[in-house]
């Protein structure tokens, strides 16, 4: 039944007190930041990283949201939101900037899923369920990481308020501030189009309607305008993360019973009596006004439930975007008095997390564990990644234009992402931290181990405890060519362990001419291989030279013939064979410049490469004349292509040039291909390949691809 005009005076003061809220949540955030030293974690990290790589080469204001304007792959399917973080990363404190941003965020989602609450309900029980909503530790986890999820669900919550305003697009102002709305939230991020297929199905039934089909229309037409640009642009960075991702299956909703994954996670993340009351009351929704369009509330949540669910990984924060509709819709159903004191208790809770006055409980069950009182509070914790940095700058080797650090761990405060986050902050760019390779750290000059917890299970695998074992091993080549260097303790009991490559007294193997008539190993077949080593220069600890012939090499399955190069300023260690002085394998350390003075390899060759390189990929021909023109299957998807490689001189560069590209006998639009057009390699130093390329020449001609 319909209610009358809600009052004025109720309206008066429950926007001073959802203000009051929003002061509240701004001095808990300024406490935050002032009592919390801890660096980022994983992916809010490598978020703003890429936030500022990108501000650093896109250009200047608005043109970086420009289709054609170049952008990180982490980026291009949350363009507005790296622009902003962006801005917000190049603040003296990125992490408190990137939060500030975030506050924003929380504002915009409490004053959208007030007015939403108020459109059904307009008592106090509006602000009361913003208070639920945003008390739970769900969002103020979210409220304390730089990621897009809040954005998110501010803007997704904002554009349903103007839905249902718009009186399902009979009202012109409602119609257009959701186009707006949406344009503002499919641009902070593309799975944006998740949450909203009842306002889809409000559209369509809308297009039956005389008066509402030219606002319908508009909509879209104002949507596609503000975001086909952008995305159309990015298709393929879009496509390529879709195909990245693991395949998902309707069927494993039932079978597997992933329908029911994000019930636990939901238990934990919204509070146990919020879960409770929001859920039964989602099955009996109640509302004072509008109640015939109160379906579209529990639409929102039951659909972004589903298409979330079929996830192959739940994480809470994929439904966090439609957690209004459910503090909006679910409380709805319960006396007033029974709200107040689940907002008391949800105030509670909010204080709790940020303070700890009561531990975390965690209760065993038959289906899993249920949390009680979960805390984040601030601490003040040296994770010492200024003074490992400050330390291997220090110590670098100043003959070298950068050096490698290759950090062996994967925890949540000790990661690459933070270590590079750190550099940027304090302007140190000749130390470049990267990840270990098969080879584990050939060319680094340093190697950093956090000693004692590498990180979770799932995200180090089996790999990095492998390392670590080679690296602590006293009898491995690791202890031959690295010393330690420092250590700090660390807040988790682990140590941080800095190793820098020796100083040789005397050069790792002796000057002269190695000869093997075959020659194998990790990945390396070479028949005929000389090795010419130089003299040692024992000031600068390498060899001045080493000349490599082969008559033939195969390397990760690719077939070379007559290699000929030279290596200039080269250090390595040699692998020795257990219980022999035979060296079968090095490792290499430094190398100032590779020369490759020829080589040549065939299209079979090539051919057979690149179908063990890229899953899925079949070719039915492979020419080399002039370019290189592919043609065959990737997948179930018939192509071809005509792709040319050149070498540029200033700055030297190996650009390889997408000239053609067709699906079937259908050529793909040139500004789908704009991205991948061009690539350049660079020739000089990398942190990949920290040395010189020199390459006289480049010939494509009659099937071989030739140097020079």
Known sequence: MEEGKPSPRALALSLVGLAFFLSWEALALRSHLRADTRPLSWEAAANIHAALDWRETAPAGLAALAPAAPVPAAAAANPLYFALLGRAGAAADPMGASLWLNWFYLALLCVAAFGLAWHFRPDETALLSVVVL??????????????ADLSLAAWTAAA?????????FRKWPGALAFAGLCVAGLLHGWNFVTYFLPALYVAIMALSRENSRAKVLAAAGLILAGVLPWYAGHLPFLLARLLQGPAISVTSLWQDWSILGYAGKLADGLGVPFFLCALLGLCFPQYRRHWHRGWILVAWFVCAYVVWALAPVPQLRYLVPCLAALAVAGLGAWPKALIWVLAVIQLFTMANFSTGWI?????PLPAGRVLLFPSQPPSRQDWHLADILRQAQAGRDPQRPFADITIVANDARFNKANLELAARGLGIKDVRPVPPGRRLCEFSEFVLLKDGNLGPEAMVGKFLPAVAKTIKDPKSWFSSAYQEAARWPLPDNSTAVLYRQKRFAAPPVNPGRYQYQFYSADGLEASNLVLEVGGWDAGRNLFRQARVSAAELRVGGLRFAGLQAELEDVLFQPLYEKGSNT???????????LRVRSLRTDGPSLKL??????PGLRLSELALDREAQLSGWLGSVLFSARAAAVLES???????????VKLGDNPVPGFLLAPFRTYRRPLSPVPETPFSIEIPGLTVTRGWLTVP
């Open 650 to 660: 200033s700055p030297a560069a190996l650009r390889f040039d997408l000239s053609e």
């Open 583 to 593: 060296w079968g394998d090095v490792r290499f350390l430094k190398l100032g410049r």
């Open 160 to 168: 349903y308020w103007a839905l249902v305003r718009s009186d399902e």
């Open 359 to 363: 531990s975390q409980i965690s209760i």
């Open 134 to 147: 945003v008390g739970s530790p769900a969002l103020q986890e979210l409220f304390r990481l730089p990621l």
């Open 609 to 614: 490469f690149l179908e063990g390189a890229v």
